[in-house]
């Protein structure tokens, strides 16, 4: 079963830049589509941004331009780079992880807060 592992999350200044990685375990990653989502307070989780098995990456229209996501096979990471960040970035982030048969793995999240 695979298992996955948020860090980077912080606290940062509007503007400011972050890292996020999600190390996975439990089965090779490149079986899987992955993915990063964010829930805010009071908020639906939400697609941030993925990358499919063919390597297809999209985005929410929110942060086209200001985050990169990026996948390590070989090293069986994910990441996410996001710049300029603003307020409304704020939330939990977690890495996702999906199967060919559309079964859906979580990590435990990793809270990044935009503030001043």
């Known amino acids: 079963q695979l298992q996955l592992v948020e860090s980077g999350g912080g606290l940062v200044q509007p503007g400011g830049s972050l890292r996020l990685s999600c190390a996975v375990s439990g089965f090779s990653l490149d079986y899987y589509a992955v993915g990063w989502f964010r829930q805010a307070p009071g908020k639906q989780r939400e697609l941030v941004a993925s990358i499919n098995r063919g390597g297809g990456i999209n985005y929410a229209d929110s942060v086209k331009g200001r985050f990169t996501i990026s996948r390590e096979d070989v090293n069986n990471a994910v990441y996410l780079h996001m710049t300029t960040l603003k307020p409304e970035d704020t939330g939990v982030y977690y890495c996702?992880?999906?199967?060919?048969?559309?079964?859906?793995?979580w990590g435990q999240g990793t809270r990044v807060t935009v503030s001043a």
């Open positions: 996702n992880g999906r199967s060919q048969t559309n079964s859906d793995y």
